[in-house]
T-cell receptor, first 118, second 113 residues
Framework: GAGVSQSPSNKVTEKGKDVELRCDPI?????LYWYRQSLGQGLEFLIY????????KSGLPSDRFSAERTGGSVSTLTIQRTQQEDSAVYLC????????????????FGQGTRLTVV | KQEVTQIPAALSVPEGENLVLNCSFT??????LQWFRQDPGKGLTSLLL?????REQTSGRLNASLDKSSGRSTLYIAASQPGDSATYLC????????????FGTGTKLQVIP
């Protein structure tokens, strides 16, 4: 597609249930980021993928959170046993990674998934 | 660890005013800096990207400057309009390792008609 696509756009789930959030990056973009934005808060880094590997998982808030990326493309963020504090907008971004430092590397964001845990 | 701060956190101005949003970062070893706009309930829209070797970028009524050595960037908005009301975020891409992107805390702008 032309841009980063996230699904679903909205998700309401009961506390304790598992949820999966999906991100389709721009075709050819090897770098993929997940961020979380709670109400009235800034963007919180969760995890970064380069290809299918995740060199930085430092932002995952707990072991209930996991993410994977397959085929260097689609990524899923899974939250197990959801809690009310998990309610937030989850944003995905992708960018073109290159070893040539003089190339631009602009990040493009999806519209986000609004997760509400009730 | 890179830390990015934006001042002010919120700003309210009458329509037509020129305004400046500030972004500061603690680690000057950056690859680029990007300014985004976020509308309520929406994702982020890229406004301007400045490479570390550049001093400024311009797009329409927007002008972004970068002083890497002092760890500062400013976003200048000329002749503000109500449609400019949004949250503005700056993001810094590090030059080491995998070039992690670190976001600022954002400035919420309201332009009053």
């Amino acid at each position: 597609g032309a841009g980063v696509s996230q699904s679903p756009s909205n998700k309401v789930t009961e506390k304790g249930k598992d949820v999966e959030l999906r991100c389709d990056p721009i075709s050819g973009h090897t770098a993929l980021y997940w961020y979380r934005q709670s109400l009235g808060q800034g963007l919180e880094f969760l995890i970064y993928f380069q290809g299918n590997s995740a060199p930085d998982k430092s932002g995952l808030p707990s072991d209930r959170f996991s993410a994977e990326r397959t085929g260097g493309s689609v990524s899923t963020l899974t939250i197990q046993r959801t809690q009310q504090e998990d309610s937030a907008v989850y944003l995905c971004a992708s960018s073109l990674w290159t070893a040539y430092r003089d190339r631009e590397s602009e990040a493009f964001f999806g519209q986000g998934t609004r997760l509400t845990v009730v | 660890k890179q830390e990015v701060t934006q001042i002010p956190a919120a700003l309210s101005v009458p329509e037509g005013e020129n305004l400046v949003l500030n972004c500061s970062f603690t680690d000057s070893a950056i690859y680029n800096l990007q300014w985004f706009r976020q509308d309520p309930g929406k994702g982020l829209t890229s406004l301007l990207l400045i490479q570390s070797s550049q001093r400024e970028q311009t797009s329409g009524r927007l002008n972004a400057s970068l002083d890497k050595s002092s760890g500062r960037s400013t976003l200048y908005i000329a002749a503000s309009q109500p449609g400019d009301s949004a949250t503005y975020l700056c993001a810094v891409r590090g030059s080491g390792g995998y070039q992690k992107v670190t976001f600022g805390t954002g400035t919420k702008l309201q332009v009053i008609p």
